[in-house]
């Protein structure tokens, strides 16, 4: 997969965007997840995705071949969130984060509800650990660069949050 993503990038950085498809949706999904985790709203992290992949080819000899490449469009996407979150965060409406998730398996109304109230208990930092660590299934390490924190922190924080949804829920997401 890794040899596959850098024959992207390789083609890319020739203008050659043939293939753009192909990479799109390999990587959108844990980018989406990444921004959804801040903005809350799915007009608003599909507008930030696609800014996403624009900023990401318009400065693709940034990108350094061999590097994670979901954590590098996530933390582009991440950093794109915060901005606008910062920008227009009295206009952001607080919708539910599931409404837009694209899963593979049908999650009914009640589930998104639970899912839902579930990361309300927990903090905005909280909340995207919990999302890049079980969602998007990012390791610690790859979080801690998403988030430009040490990974102490990181660790420190799904501590914390595990620990309230164990005691708000009562079941462990470890």
Request: aromatic letters at 12%; glycine letters at 2%.
């Amino acid at each position: 997969m890794e040899q596959n993503m850098d024959t992207f990038i390789q083609e890319f950085r020739e203008k050659n965007y043939q293939n753009f498809d192909d990479f799109y949706m390999l990587t959108n999904r844990k980018v989406y997840y990444a921004i959804i985790s801040i903005v809350k709203d799915d007009q608003i992290a599909a507008d930030l995705l696609q800014d996403t992949f624009m900023n990401f080819l318009n400065k693709i000899d940034q990108y350094k071949p061999g590097s994670n490449i979901y954590a590098y469009l996530s933390r582009i996407g991440r950093n794109l969130s915060i901005n606008y979150y910062n920008k227009y965060k009295k206009e952001i409406h607080s919708d539910l984060i599931l409404d837009s998730i694209q899963s593979d398996e049908i999650i009914d109304q009640k589930d998104k509800l639970d899912i839902l109230k579930i990361l309300n208990y927990l903090n905005k930092d909280q909340r995207e650990v919990i999302v890049l660590h079980v969602i998007n299934e990012f390791k610690f390490r790859e979080i801690a660069d998403i988030m430009d924190k040490p990974i102490g922190t990181i660790l420190w924080i799904y501590s914390k949050a595990i620990k309230i949804l164990k005691e708000k829920v009562g079941v462990s997401y470890e």
